[in-house]
């Protein structure tokens, strides 16, 4: 297929944000359609994401990503959720804030809650932690992404980079318990940054077919669905953008499958993230 890359305005603000996808394809228009998970009214249709059509989306496309973005809150809403986010939200502290990785104990470059329903837990690189129970802030903001996408949701992963030198590095999130097929909703506060993502087989020296990045800018109050089956395929990360000096939270929304969380190795993410990152 005859793909494009290109910079675009959002309508939203003046960032400009490359936009990756495929020719002739509409960006927002998205057709009607139902939610596997639950039925909507109102609601539009992007590979297995039904989403609002009160919302302007955009779609991104490549070979194997599915991914839309909106912005769900204004600057005034999310300004509000930013400031009632850095009052109430706990992040982890301890053990908890390090990952193992290649022998050597590391500090994780940004700090990490999760939330969610009673008996789900967030484990990496050897620490498991057991969800908080949901806020009412947090169950405010879930519900609101679950009424704009159509899909309910039982678990967050928060994240909390205090300024462009914290970040996250190169991974899936393809876990074995989170249900297939299942969206993730990553919404954004705070500073825009940089969103990559790279395709499995065109990472590092290895790589076995050259497909370029799809790089996405999150702004304050975005939301982004990624959608079946980008996570099989693609790798995301957030680099570092060191002049940057704002404070950004990002929530990804997910559905775990209890079951599936095996005892002593319910894992929410990789052990480690993935090696070819320079994140640790
Ligand atoms: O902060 C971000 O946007 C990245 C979050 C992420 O990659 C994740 O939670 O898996």
């Excluded at 003046?14 to 228009?29: F, H, M, P, Q, W």
């Excluded at 995301?236 to 929530?251: A, D, E, F, W």
């Excluded at 990789?270 to 990152?277: C, F, K, Q, T």
């Amino acid at each position: 297929m005859d793909r494009f890359v290109k910079k675009r305005k959002r309508e939203t603000d003046d960032e400009e944000v490359e936009v990756t996808g495929v020719k002739g394809e509409t960006l927002t228009k998205l057709s009607p359609g139902t939610s596997k998970d639950e039925n909507r009214s109102g609601l539009g249709h992007s590979g297995g994401t039904v989403l609002s059509k009160a919302l302007k989306w955009r779609q991104y496309s490549a070979e194997g990503l599915d991914c839309t973005y909106t912005i769900l809150y204004n600057k005034t809403e999310a300004d509000d959720l930013m400031s009632a986010c850095e009052k109430s939200l706990e992040y982890y502290t301890g053990q908890t804030t390090k990952v193992f990785v290649f022998g050597k104990w590391h500090n994780i470059p940004r700090k990490q809650a999760a939330y969610g329903d009673a008996g789900l837990s967030y484990s990496y690189s050897g620490n498991s932690v057991d969800a908080k129970p949901w806020t009412p802030l947090l169950e405010n903001i879930r519900d609101r992404v679950s009424k704009e996408t159509g899909y309910t949701y039982n678990f967050v992963l928060v994240n909390r980079y205090k300024d462009g030198h914290d970040h996250m590095g190169e991974h899936r999130d393809d876990e074995r318990e989170l249900i297939p097929g299942h969206p993730i909703a990553s919404l954004s506060l705070g500073q825009p940054r940089n969103f990559v993502f790279k395709h499995a087989k065109s990472r590092g020296k290895n790589a076995t077919k050259k497909i370029a990045p799809v790089t996405i800018k999150l702004g304050h109050g975005s939301l982004l669905m990624m959608n079946h089956p980008t996570n099989t395929h693609w790798y995301h990360s957030l680099p570092q953008q060191k002049s940057l000096v704002g404070v950004r939270i990002n929530m990804t929304f997910r559905k775990i499958d209890p079951s599936k969380m095996a005892p002593g190795k319910k894992r929410t993410r990789p052990a480690i993230e993935a090696p070819i990152a320079s994140s640790h």
